[in-house]
């Protein structure tokens, strides 16, 4: 393959439309099968569903699903379906997560739960994950539902370690990988290994599939921490600093907390600044000062730029992954599609 394909340090800007567009049609037919997904009778949960539904995401999970399908063989309507089942899952996991992080607002909306309150979003989140068990059901493919069963344990497992590991400084770069993979690259690579299983490749070339989602999410997850601290609220759809404030300490933070001694003077205003962050009652002129100390301190350690270096790193790793695959659109899309996560602002 030639290299400058695999080229990730191209900061050619990536048109993220032409990523789109080799399955531009059969993502319109995931739509469709969203849309198809059986509407509760109860009046609560069709408003929250609809409303969860209503709103035209970016689709990321079920792109990547098609993309490696296409890279690894062909799309049909079961490739059409386990898009859609991600998709399931990934917005379950969100009305979950709201509940977590005790968010108000995503993509720039209200969240259910704070339309409808806890309950509801839980509730919900748990219907769709229903309606995607039935539409795995109906593939009568075992090994997809031990993929995606497998995805389900990895989530749970990622939150609990976040909750595990939140609040403490002592946070490592293990514990910050186990939880990485488990919560978010988790669901990438069960969207390519379930290509590669429909495709009917063989195992060790489904094996290299399912690596290369797991790399790409873990780049995907470091540029979501780094947008923590360089995207805006307005860019966002959320308030800035979000991860700090619901004591998450995430890439940029372990990289300043590695690179100043501990007891020195620096780490100690760093380990400052982060604890008081982490208090939500306090003042929002206080607020701002502290996060305006705490992205000077970051710069001072070029720890944004570092973060970056160490996404694509990731991506680099994942795009050798599927050097395997013959050339082809798609392919070219999958290695464009992990450029573009390392550009994204929001
Ligand atoms: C977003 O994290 C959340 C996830 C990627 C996974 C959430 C998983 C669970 C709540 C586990 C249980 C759920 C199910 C349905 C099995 P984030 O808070 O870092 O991102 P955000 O800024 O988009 O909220
Ligand atoms: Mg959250």
């Known amino acids: 393959m030639p290299q400058a394909q695999l080229d990730t340090s191209n900061k050619t800007p990536v048109n993220v439309d032409e990523i789109y567009t080799p399955v531009q049609d059969d993502l319109v037919k995931v739509q469709e099968s969203l849309r198809q997904i059986v509407p509760p009778e109860t009046e609560l949960l069709a408003n929250s569903i609809a409303h969860t539904m209503q709103v035209r995401g970016k689709l990321f999970r079920p792109l990547l699903s098609l993309l490696a399908s296409g890279a690894s063989g062909k799309i049909d309507d079961p490739h059409i379906e386990t898009a859609a089942v991600a998709e399931l899952i990934h917005v379950a996991t969100l009305l979950h997560d709201d509940v977590l992080d005790k968010s108000d607002m995503r993509r720039g909306r209200s969240t259910v739960r704070a339309l409808w309150g806890n309950r509801v979003s839980i509730l919900s989140g748990d219907y769709l994950l229903a309606q995607a ?5 109906r593939l009568n493919n075992c090994r997809l539902v031990s993929i995606f069963a497998t995805v389900l344990s990895n989530l749970c497992e990622g939150e609990v370690e976040q909750v595990r590991a939140s609040y403490n400084l002592d946070v490592n770069w293990e514990n910050y990988f186990k939880k990485s993979i488990c919560k978010t ?10 290509a590669g299983v429909l495709n009917c490749h063989t195992e060790s070339e489904i094996q290299r599939l399912k690596l290369f989602g797991e790399k790409f999410g873990i780049a995907f997850q470091i540029i979501d921490d780094l947008l923590d601290y360089t995207s805006s609220a307005q860019a966002l759809g959320k308030p800035v600093l979000d991860d700090l404030k619901n004591g998450i300490l995430n890439a940029p933070i372990l990289i300043a907390l590695e690179t100043f001694p501990k007891g020195s003077n620096e780490y100690q205003k760093l380990q400052g600044l982060i604890e008081s962050l982490f208090q939500s009652e306090m003042e929002p002129n206080d607020q701002v000062a502290s996060q305006q100390e705490l992205l000077a301190l970051l710069d001072n350690i070029d720890a ?4 970056q270096v160490l996404a694509e790193r990731y991506v680099r790793e994942a795009c050798e992954a599927i050097a395997f695959l ?3 659109p798609y392919r070219q899309a999958l290695f464009d599609l992990t450029c573009y996560a390392t550009q994204r602002q929001h």
């Not at 944004?304 to 973060?307: F, N, P």
Request: charged share 25%; proline share 5%; hydrophobic share 30%.
């Open 326 to 328: 013959p050339d082809s």
């Open 185 to 194: 690259a988790s669901l990438f690579s069960a969207c390519c290994e379930s």
């Open 133 to 137: 068990s039935l539409k795995l059901s």
């Open 304 to 307: 944004i730029e570092k973060t």
